[in-house]
């Protein structure tokens, strides 16, 4: 088992920054490939960024490529999400996952463990 605790979320203006982070407690963390979800109100939730067990391989979405950077320090068990140029569009709450078993990094359905997720809310 392992536990996972998002935070960092809050309440920003379009073209501010926020950086998230995702502290991850039990088994050991280096053994996961970790991503980053979101859900928006009343929209499915998706993928938004994934990196590998190691830290050398990350991979993006579409619409996050560019200004967000996903990173994770081994050392203290934790993953981040740096968020830069936010625009309203970003507002979800965003969740962070483990998966024990990487393959298709951008199915939600696939990962083993998750957070209780944090709010993020980007102002126009």
């Known amino acids: 088992q392992v536990q996972l605790v998002e935070s960092g979320g809050g309440l920003v203006q379009a073209g501010g920054s926020l950086r998230l982070s995702c502290a991850a407690s039990?088994?050991?963390?280096?053994?996961?490939?970790m991503g980053w979800f979101r859900q928006a109100p009343e929209k499915e939730r998706e993928f938004v960024a994934f990196?590998?067990?190691?830290?050398?391989?990350?991979y993006y979405a579409d619409a996050v490529k560019g200004r967000f950077t996903i990173s994770r320090d081994n050392a203290r068990n934790t993953v981040y999400l740096q968020m830069n140029s936010l625009k309203p569009e970003d507002t979800a709450v965003y969740y962070c996952a483990a998966d024990v078993n990487p393959t298709t990094v951008t199915r939600g359905s696939l990962y083993d463990y998750w957070g209780q997720g944090t709010q993020v809310t980007v102002s126009s």
């Open positions: 039990g088994r050991t963390f280096s053994s996961y490939g």
């Open positions: 990196i590998n067990r190691s830290g050398g391989v990350t």
